[in-house]
């Protein structure tokens, strides 16, 4: 079982940056598929961006140009960098692990646009 826990949520007015970071466990984490997703209120779960174990990324076209996710193998973390926020970004953000058939989800951090 692979534990995930997400950080770094808040409040950030409009314009604002925010970073989010995941941690993950586990001796193989450099093999995993790590991805940010998000959650409106009334809205289905959306991918933000994901990245590879090649460190290949992919992005939602409502954040690329903005958001910028990376990882770091030695801490076994995968972090968010989200900047010239909108309020169209509130939303609960939750970090996925990916392995083979497998795939681990954190409990979500809460970020807020608001003025």
């Known amino acids: 079982q692979v534990q995930v826990v997400e950080s770094g949520g808040g409040l950030v007015q409009p314009g604002g940056s925010l970073k989010l970071s995941c941690a993950a466990s586990?001796?193989?984490?450099?093999?995993?598929?790590m991805a940010w997703y998000r959650q409106a209120p009334g809205k289905q779960r959306e991918l933000v961006a994901n990245?590879?174990?090649?460190?290949?990324?992919n992005y939602a076209d409502a954040v690329k140009d903005r958001f910028t996710i990376s990882r770091d193998n030695a801490k076994n973390t995968a972090d968010l960098q989200m900047n010239s926020l909108k309020p169209e970004d509130t939303a609960l953000y939750y970090c996925?692990?990916?392995?083979?058939?497998?795939?681990?989800w954190g409990q979500g951090t809460q970020v807020t646009v608001s003025s």
């Open positions: 586990g001796s193989l984490f450099r093999f995993y598929y």
């Open positions: 996925n692990a990916k392995y083979g058939r497998n795939e681990f």
């Open positions: 990245i590879s174990p090649g460190d290949t990324t």
